[in-house]
């Protein structure tokens, strides 16, 4: 059976664009992948805590050593670690803030990235102390963005901070597998807005069509 986890992370509640189609394309994965269970978070409405001195003390003390107070400084973060690894398929609804990901979203990329439990320190392995400790895992990020160009080659690619962010720090924990669909110009609305979304629906359409499990081809008695 195939995890799916499914995390939204805008401010927005129905007008969200980042929601919709999440939504539609776990649903669309689901008819696609008979037997996928779905694992959600809601860290728009219900933010992953942020990093904090008692954080950070219980998660670099060998867990053999941490007190009751730190192992609950660790708790959420536990949960939110136990829940990333557990899933084989990420679905990531992320709309761009200030051009890049939303507060609530780095914040759960801080409670995931963990020494130890995403990725080995080895200090004595000077050329390369960094090991990920994450495999086998596919990623999709549906962003939401109020201008339009931030893709390869477009005027905004310059200001668009959230991809090279993104495929950087799950990279480092070992996920590698990322595929990137935007709807854009939500600010200018209009034609432009429908068009981006009608794309984004066909692209991931597609997406999930080409992951599909193939039928076995049934041989035809009749030419054996």
């Known amino acids: 059976m195939t995890q799916l986890l499914h995390i939204d992370s805008s401010a927005r509640g129905e007008r969200s664009h980042s929601r919709r189609l999440t939504r539609e394309f776990v649903e669309k994965w689901r008819q696609a992948h008979s037997g996928t269970s779905v694992v959600y978070r809601d860290i728009g409405r219900h933010p992953a805590p942020h990093v904090t001195e008692s954080w950070i003390a219980a998660a670099f003390t060998p867990p053999e050593h941490r007190t009751p107070a730190m192992h609950e400084a660790l708790r959420t973060?536990?949960?939110?670690?136990?829940?990333?690894?557990?899933?084989?398929?990420?679905?990531?609804g992320v709309p761009m803030y200030n051009f890049n990901v939303p507060s609530a979203f780095k914040a759960y990329i801080d409670n995931v990235v963990r020494a130890g439990r995403t990725f080995l320190f080895q200090p004595e392995v000077r050329d390369q102390p960094y090991k990920p400790m994450v495999r086998g895992k596919k990623m999709f990020v549906i962003a939401a963005r109020g201008d339009s160009g931030y893709a390869a080659g477009g005027a905004n690619e310059s200001l668009n901070h959230q991809d090279p962010?993104?495929?950087?720090?799950?990279?480092?924990?070992?996920?590698?597998?990322?595929?990137?669909?935007?709807?854009?110009?939500?600010?200018?609305?209009?034609?432009?807005?429908?068009?981006?979304?009608?794309?984004?629906?066909?692209?991931?359409?597609?997406?999930?069509?080409?992951?599909?499990?193939?039928?076995?081809?049934?041989?035809?008695?009749?030419?054996?």
């Open 77 to 92: 973060s536990d949960e939110i670690v136990d829940e990333f690894l557990a899933a084989d398929v990420y679905v990531f």
């Open 165 to 224: 962010h993104l495929r950087t720090v799950f990279s480092y924990i070992g996920v590698t597998d990322i595929t990137f669909i935007a709807v854009e110009n939500d600010e200018f609305g209009g034609k432009d807005l429908a068009q981006s979304i009608a794309e984004a629906r066909a692209r991931f359409d597609g997406l999930i069509a080409a992951e599909s499990p193939r039928r076995p081809e049934v041989q035809d008695e009749r030419r054996a």
